[in-house]
């Protein structure tokens, strides 16, 4: 039983750091001293079992973690690591635009005997673009204002660049409505 409770004790203190608690504060949150809670990670004492239940929900881990010898991985650790594997899979994505980019430029240039650097201008906005599929997807649109402004701007200088004959100026003016207009809607969204 002696090692039981040094497990618990144990699988409590990791948690409570974890949430960067002291015992105070946790002792607060319990409505239990923290000679109690002390007692408690120091495995001289276990807590009752509504206290257990308490504590799986407050770490949001299963009780078996709590108990148990097993690693304990709260469900928030875990969406940080599925934040972090979208974050990955975007990247991933996006530097596959810039490798589509870079292999139509060596192509352009092997073939047709003319360097063609709009390819990676171009890449810039179709990079935006795949932001804006999985900003949608996983973050539910959370950066769409900026993808978003920054792909109307990024469009508006490509075209102004790959059409010299036109003054970018004429061109860029269009952005100015086209980003009020999206100021607009993102006001609109949030409220």
């Known amino acids: 039983m002696e090692n039981l409770n040094f497990i618990i004790g144990k699988n409590l203190q990791i948690l409570r750091k974890k949430r960067k608690l002291t015992q105070a504060e946790l002792a607060e949150k ?112 959370k950066g769409l204002f900026w993808f978003l402004s920054f792909l109307v701007w990024s469009l508006l200088l490509c075209l102004a660049v790959q059409l010299f004959k036109f003054n970018i100026w004429d061109i860029l003016t269009f952005g100015v409505p086209l980003q009020i207009g999206i100021i607009i809607w993102s006001r609109m969204v949030k409220k």
Not at 41 to 59: A, D, M, R, T, W
Request: one cysteine or more; a neutral charge.
């Open 30 to 141: 319990l409505n239990y001293s923290d000679k109690a809670v002390s007692k408690w990670e120091k495995g001289e004492s276990l807590p009752p079992i509504e206290v257990f239940y308490k504590l799986s929900q407050f770490y949001e881990v299963s009780l078996d973690s709590i108990v148990g010898e097993e690693k304990i991985k709260p469900r928030e650790i875990e969406a940080v690591d599925m934040k972090r594997r979208y974050l990955h899979i975007t990247l991933l994505s996006v530097l596959a635009v810039w490798l589509v980019a870079l292999v139509l430029f060596v192509f352009l240039r092997i073939f047709t005997k003319s360097i063609y650097p709009m390819c990676f201008a171009w890449a810039v906005p179709v990079s935006l673009i795949v932001g804006i599929v999985f900003d949608a997807i996983w973050n539910k649109c």
